[in-house]
């Protein structure tokens, strides 16, 4: 699926949701400025050409600016999901798990390479955004345990509304 179809069919499900109106280039400069990297090309088009957060997985991902859809992407940034400083510099809260497990995005990756963080343990997922977002769409998305290993054999899964077609590539473990 190319980023077009990508944005296409988020950009569907952000209407179904009734999700906020793009965020305006200024809101994403500013989130840059804070973060100290530019975003990957998709997440950038997702923010300003579909929805200011609320796309992606169950009730989406978070929003550029405050005010708009949850928590803001800047702020998660700052203050951070991780107390013990394990994430590195330009990895990204981008959708919260809740219980301190976050999915990640890279921001030194054009592509957006998707991390997981739980418990102060960080790891790359192996997959890019464009990958987590169709895993999201096709109902495969849960939760990449950075250990491997879900707690009690739990996988959280997000309850999700997909448009896109069947037998992607799941973005978890």
Same mark, same amino acid.
């Given at each position: 699926?190319?980023?077009?179809? *990508? *944005?296409?069919?988020?950009?569907?499900?952000? %209407?179904? =949701?009734?999700?906020?109106?793009?965020?305006?280039?200024?809101?994403?400069?500013?989130?840059? %400025?804070? *973060?100290?990297?530019?975003?990957?090309?998709?997440? &950038? &088009?997702?923010?300003?050409?579909?929805?200011?957060?609320?796309?992606?997985?169950?009730?989406?991902?978070?929003?550029?600016?405050?005010?708009?859809? !949850? #928590?803001?992407?800047?702020?998660?940034?700052?203050?951070?999901?991780?107390?013990?400083?394990?994430?590195?510099?330009?990895?990204?809260?981008?959708? /919260?798990?809740?219980?301190?497990?976050? $999915?990640? *995005?890279?921001? %030194? /990756?054009? /592509?957006?390479?998707?991390? $997981?963080?739980?418990?102060?343990?960080?790891?790359?997922?192996?997959?890019?955004?464009?990958?987590?977002?169709?895993?999201?769409?096709?109902?495969?998305? &849960?939760?990449?345990?950075?250990?491997?290993?879900?707690? #009690?054999? #739990?996988? !959280? %899964?997000?309850?999700?509304?997909?448009?896109?077609?069947?037998? =992607?590539?799941?973005?978890?473990?």
């Amino acid at each position: 699926m190319t980023d077009d179809e *990508i *944005i296409e069919a988020c950009r569907k499900l952000a %209407r179904k =949701r009734q999700a906020p109106p793009p965020a305006p280039p200024e809101a994403v400069a500013e989130a840059e %400025r804070v *973060i100290g990297f530019a975003f990957p090309t998709l997440l &950038r &088009r997702l923010y300003t050409e579909v929805s200011n957060g609320g796309f992606g997985p169950a009730d989406g991902v978070l929003s550029v600016d405050v005010g708009q859809w !949850h #928590e803001h992407i800047a702020e998660a940034y700052e203050y951070g999901p991780d107390p013990t400083g394990g994430v590195p510099a330009g990895v990204v809260p981008l959708y /919260d798990w809740g219980c301190t497990m976050w $999915s990640m *995005i890279d921001f %030194r /990756d054009p /592509d957006g390479a998707m991390w $997981s963080s739980a418990d102060g343990d960080c790891r790359p997922q192996g997959v890019t955004l464009a990958q987590w977002l169709l895993a999201a769409m096709d109902g495969e998305l &849960r939760f990449a345990w950075p250990n491997g290993e879900p707690p #009690e054999n #739990e996988w !959280h %899964r997000p309850e999700t509304a997909g448009d896109a077609s069947s037998g =992607r590539a799941s973005a978890g473990n």
